[in-house]
């Protein structure tokens, strides 16, 4: 039985980060870093990965912080202004297991809502045999269930599978349920990674 390889997306195979719309937005970089930490911040972001809605998630900000009302609000209306693009040298990666027929899959914590954007945007996936998003489930990364529902959903062996992620807590999840897992840092220390897997 061949190995499955499964990615996760952001930071590993697409280039987001909310300062690639906010730069455009703020004066200063203090200001802009403060919003990012106080108003629309990572925990925030993570529950619309968990399944909130954009409706609530803007609801919940605006309550806290009404004199920021329209930043808040270009956080998912520009949301495509935060991808800068695909990371071209994890995709080159992707393709050549995609040309030695490598079970492909993507395990990913993204808004149920911003997702359709990124398919659309981004070819390489439709590479993958199956995508299981985190807002979608209303279950994300690292809780170990969404790891389980993967196998599940898709009929794969958990233990035959290289789980690839920007997060060590994500890779330390994985790895709680059998996955071979590893960090990822840079495409050609991923290269490596896999060489030595005998995946490259």
């Given at each position: 039985?061949?190995?499955t390889v499964v990615f996760d997306l952001g930071g590993v195979l697409i280039?987001?980060?909310p300062r690639y719309l906010y730069?455009?937005?703020?004066?200063?970089?203090s200001a802009m870093e403060a919003f990012l930490t106080d108003v629309c911040s990572p925990a925030w972001n993570v529950e619309q990965d968990a399944g909130r809605t954009i409706a609530d998630a803007n609801a919940a900000a605006i309550d806290r912080h009404p004199d920021q009302q329209?930043?808040?609000e270009a956080y998912y209306q520009r949301f495509d202004e935060m991808m800068a693009g695909p990371l071209h040298e994890t995709v080159a990666i992707l393709d050549d297991l995609r040309?030695?027929?490598t079970p492909l899959y993507a395990l990913t914590n993204w808004s149920a809502e911003t997702f359709p954007a990124a398919r659309r945007r981004f070819e390489f996936l439709d590479w993958f045999q199956g995508i299981l998003v985190s807002g979608e489930e209303k279950v994300k990364k690292p809780d170990q269930r969404i790891f389980q529902r993967l196998g599940q959903r898709f009929?794969?062996?958990?233990?035959?599978c290289v789980f690839i992620d920007d997060s060590q807590k994500n890779v330390e999840a994985a790895r709680g349920?059998?996955?071979q897992a590893l960090h990822f840092?840079?495409?050609?220390?991923l290269r490596r990674d896999l060489q030595k897997l005998a995946l490259l």
């Amino acid at each position: 039985m061949s190995m499955t390889v499964v990615f996760d997306l952001g930071g590993v195979l697409i280039d987001w980060n909310p300062r690639y719309l906010y730069r455009k937005l703020f004066d200063d970089d203090s200001a802009m870093e403060a919003f990012l930490t106080d108003v629309c911040s990572p925990a925030w972001n993570v529950e619309q990965d968990a399944g909130r809605t954009i409706a609530d998630a803007n609801a919940a900000a605006i309550d806290r912080h009404p004199d920021q009302q329209p930043m808040i609000e270009a956080y998912y209306q520009r949301f495509d202004e935060m991808m800068a693009g695909p990371l071209h040298e994890t995709v080159a990666i992707l393709d050549d297991l995609r040309q030695r027929e490598t079970p492909l899959y993507a395990l990913t914590n993204w808004s149920a809502e911003t997702f359709p954007a990124a398919r659309r945007r981004f070819e390489f996936l439709d590479w993958f045999q199956g995508i299981l998003v985190s807002g979608e489930e209303k279950v994300k990364k690292p809780d170990q269930r969404i790891f389980q529902r993967l196998g599940q959903r898709f009929d794969i062996s958990l233990d035959r599978c290289v789980f690839i992620d920007d997060s060590q807590k994500n890779v330390e999840a994985a790895r709680g349920t059998g996955m071979q897992a590893l960090h990822f840092t840079s495409g050609e220390a991923l290269r490596r990674d896999l060489q030595k897997l005998a995946l490259l």
